[in-house]
């Protein structure tokens, strides 16, 4: 009795149970669909961020590379590296401007705020690995090349850039005007002019080395070109150079009187030339440049650094207009 009794209750109960049972599993399963939904809803919204993170990364990296660039551009300062550019003298360009925007950059944030390391769009540190990695580049192309004309202009211009830049006894000599001109002079205007021709002569074309009437003309004019630019750059920075104790030598119109004669002695020239073709280039694009250069200067405003800075651009452009009328003068 007891048995079938107990096995009536279990009967009884057991529908209760099961429904009990099922109920616990089926809110169980919604349970697990919920946090399943909850998770796969984080998961989303991390991998969203993830992307979205990854893509603001990238968007910052691409907008800062074209700003790093414009920042090197800057730092190279292009004007002086146009001449050569094709040679392995731009490596010691790029070495010379460097290590001098290196030791100038308080002057810098006065003169030329908009150089990257006045401004601060590169470091101390990253200046001085661009300067060293140039010079190291620089050498390493003059000795690859066995040049002896090359790597000998490579080691002066290593020497002058340095000495012209560098803060310490016996150096630093852009505190003179004079041995800051004559940096610029030797180096622009005497050893590319010869070291390059030497090498061109010697390595290149294989021919003995003899003075030519075009390398003689090219030296002489530069020689004016040259003193013209080492004392013209003075101008815009009187103000930096000024309070830091560099000397300045802001003559306008010297600057200019001197160009006009270079060219007038350009043009007498080309006159003495025996081909007719040559000299009429020689004489009407030397006449060309001279009258551009003294309309320019008539509208001359010294007390203006903009213009100033923009009319010594257009002199480093005649500068090198120079050497498409050099080969004519024969």
């Given at each position: 009795?007891?048995a079938?009794?107990?096995?009536?209750?279990?009967?009884?109960i057991k529908?209760a149970?099961?429904?009990?049972?099922?109920?616990q599993?089926?809110?169980?399963?919604?349970?697990?669909?919920?946090?399943?939904?909850?998770?796969?809803?984080?998961?989303?919204?991390?991998?969203g961020?993830?992307?979205?993170?990854?893509?603001?990364?990238?968007?910052?990296?691409?907008?800062?590379?074209?700003?790093?660039?414009?920042?090197?551009?800057r730092?190279?300062?292009?004007h002086?590296?146009?001449?050569?550019?094709l040679?392995?003298?731009?490596?010691?360009?790029?070495?010379?401007?460097g290590?001098?925007q290196?030791?100038?950059?308080?002057?810098?944030?006065?003169?030329?705020?908009?150089?990257p390391?006045?401004?601060?769009?590169?470091?101390?540190?990253?200046?001085a690995?661009?300067?060293?990695?140039?010079?190291?580049?620089?050498?390493?192309?003059?000795?690859?090349?066995?040049?002896?004309?090359?790597?000998?202009a490579?080691?002066?211009?290593?020497?002058?850039?340095?000495?012209?830049?560098?803060?310490?006894?016996?150096?630093?000599?852009?505190?003179?005007a004079?041995?800051?001109?004559?940096?610029i002079?030797?180096?622009?205007?005497v050893?590319v002019?010869?070291?390059?021709f030497?090498?061109?002569?010697?390595?290149?074309?294989?021919?003995?080395?003899?003075?030519?009437?075009?390398?003689?003309f090219?030296?002489?004019?530069?020689?004016?070109?040259?003193?013209?630019?080492a004392?013209?750059?003075?101008?815009?920075?009187?103000?930096?150079?000024?309070?830091?104790?560099?000397?300045?030598?802001?003559?306008?119109?010297?600057?200019?009187?001197?160009?006009?004669?270079a060219?007038?002695a350009?043009?007498?020239?080309?006159?003495?030339?025996?081909?007719?073709?040559?000299?009429?280039?020689?004489?009407?694009?030397?006449?060309l440049?001279?009258?551009?250069?003294?309309?320019r200067?008539?509208?001359?405003?010294?007390?203006?650094?903009a213009?100033?800075?923009?009319?010594?651009?257009?002199?480093?452009?005649?500068?090198?207009?120079?050497?498409?009328?050099?080969?004519?003068?024969?």
């Amino acid at each position: 009795m007891q048995a079938s009794s107990a096995a009536a209750a279990w009967s009884a109960i057991k529908p209760a149970a099961q429904h009990t049972v099922q109920v616990q599993k089926g809110s169980i399963r919604r349970q697990r669909r919920q946090h399943s939904s909850v998770l796969q809803v984080r998961c989303y919204a991390i991998t969203g961020d993830q992307h979205e993170s990854i893509a603001t990364e990238f968007e910052e990296i691409f907008k800062e590379v074209p700003n790093k660039l414009g920042a090197f551009y800057r730092f190279c300062r292009p004007h002086t590296i146009f001449g050569t550019a094709l040679s392995s003298a731009l490596c010691m360009n790029i070495y010379v401007v460097g290590l001098n925007q290196l030791y100038d950059i308080q002057i810098d944030k006065v003169n030329k705020p908009r150089l990257p390391l006045a401004s601060g769009e590169f470091s101390v540190a990253t200046g001085a690995v661009l300067v060293l990695t140039s010079l190291i580049m620089s050498i390493a192309i003059g000795i690859r090349s066995k040049s002896a004309p090359l790597i000998c202009a490579l080691l002066i211009s290593f020497f002058l850039g340095s000495a012209y830049s560098v803060d310490a006894p016996l150096l630093r000599w852009k505190r003179n005007a004079f041995l800051a001109a004559s940096c610029i002079l030797f180096v622009r205007a005497v050893l590319v002019q010869l070291a390059f021709f030497a090498h061109m002569q010697q390595h290149v074309l294989k021919r003995p080395l003899a003075p030519t009437k075009s390398v003689v003309f090219a030296t002489l004019f530069m020689c004016c070109f040259s003193s013209v630019i080492a004392l013209f750059k003075d101008i815009p920075d009187i103000d930096g150079d000024r309070h830091f104790g560099v000397e300045s030598l802001s003559v306008y119109w010297l600057c200019i009187n001197i160009l006009l004669t270079a060219y007038g002695a350009a043009i007498l020239a080309g006159a003495s030339s025996t081909n007719l073709c040559r000299m009429i280039i020689t004489v009407f694009g030397h006449g060309l440049l001279a009258f551009a250069l003294w309309q320019r200067a008539q509208h001359c405003d010294v007390e203006n650094k903009a213009w100033i800075t923009s009319f010594y651009m257009f002199i480093w452009k005649l500068f090198y207009a120079e050497y498409f009328l050099i080969p004519f003068v024969q």
